[in-house]
């Protein structure tokens, strides 16, 4: 029982191909990295708890860690009982879709690496390839938020964009402090391993705490990137004055978020928008989980978005 108070705390405190042919395949890739990549410290209370969570996370499937922080309810994790009952509908069907997933058979979670208690010296990513690649693939890098890289998200969006190029990078337990050098290192590291590869220009995405990331990293090199997708978040503790004018991005949110308050996110968006006039704001119905509970609305806003881009340069 210890052990899942911790997995709780832990877990809720938690790229195109040029002529060759790839089946569909999800890898996941360790590299050096110069990055001083943040560690995770429990409260002290919890620490020898969270010293026993570490040891057995590795034999721990990520469904079953995701399922039982859920389970906590409201107490623990700040799930209200109306969000855990959709939640846990929610992953259950997920991860019984990832275990029949014959691209993600045999991948591993990396919560043992977003969970480890020294400063990392390897940076990680998954990639993910469709059948077929051409000139055209569209390319996509995706910032994950507080709690880890979960495979859910490598499963989602391969599902919801088959024919793109997907690099998910791992900044061990949160985006939030994530920087340009090390999202450039593993698009470095790609290159290497894969040197018949070319990436298109990617579509930047970012969720939740990722998301003042993505918009620092976006805004800093936005020739690197065909737009900014954030998704559950806003440009926290960030000045409109200090971006430049000329950016593609789409902010979409829930409604009734309760772990972002929404009345601030419109707030910054108008301030963004006097800034960046070409900042477009949508809210979906639903609370800071949208993406699991309202996926089909989620997604055909974002691909349309994507696509007017692409059509209107």
């Given at each position: 029982?210890d052990i899942l108070?911790v997995v709780s705390c832990?877990a809720?405190?938690l790229?195109?191909?040029?002529?060759?042919?790839?089946?569909?395949?999800v890898?996941?890739?360790y590299?050096p990295?110069q990055?001083?990549l943040?560690v995770?410290?429990?409260?002290?209370?919890m620490?020898?708890e969270?010293?026993?969570?570490?040891?057995?996370?590795?034999?721990?499937s990520?469904?079953l860690?995701v399922?039982?922080?859920?389970?906590?309810?409201s107490?623990e994790t700040?799930?209200s009982?109306q969000?855990?009952q959709?939640l846990m509908?929610?992953f259950?069907d997920?991860?019984?879709?990832?275990?029949?997933?014959?691209?993600?058979?045999?991948?591993?979670?990396s919560l043992g690496?977003?969970?480890?208690?020294?400063?990392?010296?390897?940076g990680?990513?998954?990639?993910?390839?469709?059948?077929?690649?051409t000139?055209d693939?569209?390319?996509?890098?995706?910032?994950?938020?507080?709690?880890?890289n979960?495979l859910?998200?490598?499963?989602?969006l391969?599902?919801?964009?088959?024919?793109?190029?997907?690099?998910?990078?791992?900044?061990t337990y949160?985006?939030?402090?994530?920087s340009?050098?090390?999202?450039?290192?593993?698009e470095a590291d790609?290159?290497?391993?894969?040197?018949?590869?070319?990436?298109?220009?990617?579509?930047?995405?970012?969720?939740?705490a990722?998301?003042?990331?993505g918009?620092?990293?976006?805004?800093?090199?936005p020739?690197?990137?065909a737009g900014?997708?954030?998704?559950?978040s806003?440009?926290?503790?960030?000045?409109?004055?200090d971006f430049?004018?000329?950016l593609?991005i789409?902010?979409?949110?829930?409604a009734?978020?309760?772990?972002i308050?929404?009345?601030?996110?419109?707030?910054?968006?108008?301030?963004?928008?006097k800034?960046i006039?070409s900042?477009?704001?949508e809210?979906?119905p639903?609370?800071?989980?949208?993406?699991l509970?309202?996926r089909?609305?989620?997604?055909?806003?974002?691909?349309?978005?994507m696509?007017?881009?692409?059509?209107?340069?």
């Amino acid at each position: 029982m210890d052990i899942l108070k911790v997995v709780s705390c832990t877990a809720m405190a938690l790229v195109g191909l040029a002529g060759v042919a790839m089946a569909g395949k999800v890898e996941s890739h360790y590299f050096p990295t110069q990055e001083a990549l943040p560690v995770f410290e429990p409260p002290p209370s919890m620490a020898r708890e969270y010293a026993l969570f570490q040891k057995t996370l590795p034999f721990l499937s990520e469904g079953l860690v995701v399922l039982s922080v859920i389970s906590f309810g409201s107490q623990e994790t700040n799930v209200s009982p109306q969000q855990q009952q959709a939640l846990m509908a929610g992953f259950n069907d997920v991860y019984l879709r990832i275990a029949q997933d014959e691209v993600m058979r045999g991948v591993p979670h990396s919560l043992g690496y977003s969970y480890q208690s020294v400063t990392p010296t390897q940076g990680h990513y998954y990639a993910y390839f469709p059948d077929e690649v051409t000139p055209d693939t569209r390319s996509i890098v995706f910032l994950h938020g507080f709690g880890g890289n979960f495979l859910y998200y490598t499963w989602l969006l391969k599902e919801e964009f088959p024919d793109a190029i997907i690099l998910l990078p791992t900044y061990t337990y949160s985006w939030f402090d994530g920087s340009l050098d090390y999202l450039r290192e593993v698009e470095a590291d790609f290159v290497e391993r894969y040197p018949d590869v070319k990436l298109n220009k990617p579509w930047l995405f970012a969720l939740s705490a990722g998301g003042p990331a993505g918009f620092r990293i976006y805004n800093a090199a936005p020739e690197d990137f065909a737009g900014f997708v954030c998704l559950a978040s806003a440009p926290l503790g960030l000045r409109a004055d200090d971006f430049r004018s000329d950016l593609n991005i789409y902010m979409l949110n829930g409604a009734t978020d309760d772990r972002i308050d929404i009345k601030d996110v419109r707030k910054m968006v108008g301030q963004f928008q006097k800034r960046i006039p070409s900042l477009q704001y949508e809210e979906v119905p639903g609370d800071h989980f949208f993406m699991l509970t309202n996926r089909e609305d989620c997604f055909s806003r974002i691909k349309a978005y994507m696509d007017s881009v692409v059509e209107n340069p």
